[in-house]
């Protein structure tokens, strides 16, 4: 009877131990991971096994509202303040001094009736401060995202009114935690506004959970002839070398031309301090006379200590920070002489540095303000690519469009333009033809040591075309129900893109 007893106890103790680790395995979890639907009351699943909980625990302002029409959670509610001057989220999870990603999305959907999106800015922690700026009346949907060291356990996002007429609101916040080495040149007091995260290449967007840090990674590919979609003929890309861990997924495909070359226009003339990350992999075995070999340049900064040769089967990254970028700034790419294959790009990640001053946030939830970046949005993705490739903002879904693509150094290129607006709006793609492209003197290296990390404000893509054929294709436009789609973490699996405009 007394060893009945004895075993009775013991499983108990045993189901009770059980159910703590279980407990804490899930308070950690949610440390770690949090995706908050804003507006919502309850929580759901979606189809990538994302838990979205309701904002009811993090807000007490503001009033929610349902966005009519067939949207996809979390973008069907909203969550707007028609009053104060600045309203926060606060306790929201993350784990102390760790590097976390945040991401806002704030998909308009004329939830106010004004069929005209309001500006206003986002404040992360009381330090990091984006603009959110709808580029027109058409654009309904802006993505914002920084990277950085939250001082607390618990981290706020503040919504800060610009204009008397215009109330903020926001659709979704979401928390992602990085592993340890990634962006490792990031200071402890320092963030990392998202300007653009490109994917050459890939035919879709690519996010959680084939990029397990819930980065968003966006396509921009080129039907022009001269540009080569290259894919890897390697079984597997080996990443273990890359401190910034980009998917392999995202390796396995590049863009190839000769004169390559990067540019944000939506930089500020004036420029902004950036932190760029550019990532390579050889897609092909070369022959024994085949050499693939290309110095690459911010301006007359040179990234790394000397060329890159990219190694099949393997990726490879180059990081610059702390140089000042501006809307004609280039990232520019050439061979070298004993090359024969034309320069490639895998993947690119731009943003602007923000310097982590206070900006009214009491630390960990309470009100903030304050701004120490002027461009229009720095937290999005706007791409153009060609021989020449640009930059862009965070407003991923502008919808402008451009009829005649800019020459650089005199010289015409083939290109693609991809702009990805407010926060995930929508993608444009232009195609244009190609000149033949203009051999240059190289930049003046730069002394400095040519960290590999990350980047700022070079959001955007484009690949130039020739003026002597101005003549392009209407683009093709990605939108929200791209962006989140089958998946409800904005992840695509489909190629069928619908067009829409504002709701």
């Avoid at 960990?364 to 303000?369: C, Y």
């Amino acid at each position: 009877m007394r060893l009945c007893k004895l075993g009775s106890s013991l499983i108990m103790d045993a189901l009770l131990l059980l159910t703590l680790l279980s407990l804490f395995s899930n308070i950690f979890s949610l440390a770690e991971n949090i995706s908050i639907d804003c507006g919502a009351s309850g929580s759901h699943v979606d189809s990538d096994n994302v838990t979205w909980v309701g904002d009811k625990g993090f807000v007490t302002t503001g009033e929610s509202f349902e966005i009519p029409g067939n949207v996809t959670e979390p973008a069907n509610t909203v969550r707007f303040f028609p009053s104060g001057q600045t309203n926060c989220y606060r306790n929201i999870p993350a784990t102390r001094r760790r590097k976390t990603l945040v991401r806002t999305l704030f998909y308009y959907g004329n939830y106010d009736g004004k069929s005209s999106p309001p500006s206003f800015n986002v404040v992360y922690d009381g330090k990091n401060l984006d603009n959110v700026v709808f580029s027109d009346e058409d654009q309904s949907l802006f993505v914002s995202e920084v990277l950085y060291f939250p001082a607390s356990e618990n981290i706020s996002v503040c919504l800060i009114r610009t204009s008397p007429s215009d109330d903020p609101f926001i659709s979704s916040i979401e928390v992602y935690g990085m592993d340890a080495g990634m962006y490792d040149d990031l200071g402890p007091d320092e963030g990392l506004i998202l300007r653009q995260r490109v994917a050459y290449g890939a035919k879709e967007i690519i996010g959680y959970p084939i990029d397990p840090y819930g980065r968003l990674w966006f396509p921009s590919t080129s039907s022009d002839q001269t540009i080569i979609e290259l894919t890897t003929s390697a079984p597997s890309i080996d990443i273990t070398g890359v401190a910034n861990k980009p998917p392999e997924i995202v390796m396995s495909k590049a863009l190839a031309a000769d004169g390559l070359r990067l540019f944000d226009d939506s930089l500020p003339l004036a420029g902004l301090p950036v932190y760029l990350a550019l990532y390579f992999s050889e897609p092909q075995i070369l022959g024994r006379t085949q050499r693939r070999s290309f110095n690459v340049f911010l301006d007359d900064t040179q990234l790394g200590s000397g060329p890159i040769v990219p190694v099949f089967g393997k990726a490879t990254q180059v990081v610059i920070r702390d140089v000042v970028a501006t809307s004609l700034s280039q990232v520019i790419f050439q061979s070298t002489d004993d090359s024969v294959l034309p320069q490639i790009v895998n993947a690119m990640e731009l943003y602007s540095i923000s310097n982590g001053q206070d900006g009214g946030d009491n630390g960990g939830g309470g009100a903030s303000g304050g701004s120490n970046d002027d461009s229009q949005g720095s937290g999005g993705t706007t791409t153009r690519e060609t021989n020449v490739v640009g930059g862009g903002a965070n407003k991923i879904g502008r919808r402008k469009k451009i009829s005649k693509l800019p020459l650089i150094l005199g010289v015409t290129f083939s290109s693609a333009f991809v702009a990805l607006s407010s926060a995930f709006a929508a993608i444009f793609i232009k195609r244009r033809h190609n000149a033949k492209p203009q051999s240059n003197k190289a930049p003046t290296k730069s002394t400095g040591s040519g960290v590999v990390t990350g980047i700022s404000p070079l959001v955007g893509q484009q690949l130039a075309g020739d003026v002597s054929n101005p003549g392009h294709d209407e683009p093709d436009v990605y939108d929200i129900d791209d962006l989140i789609g089958v998946n409800d973490s904005y992840v695509v699996h489909h190629d069928d893109h619908h067009q829409h405009g504002a709701a």
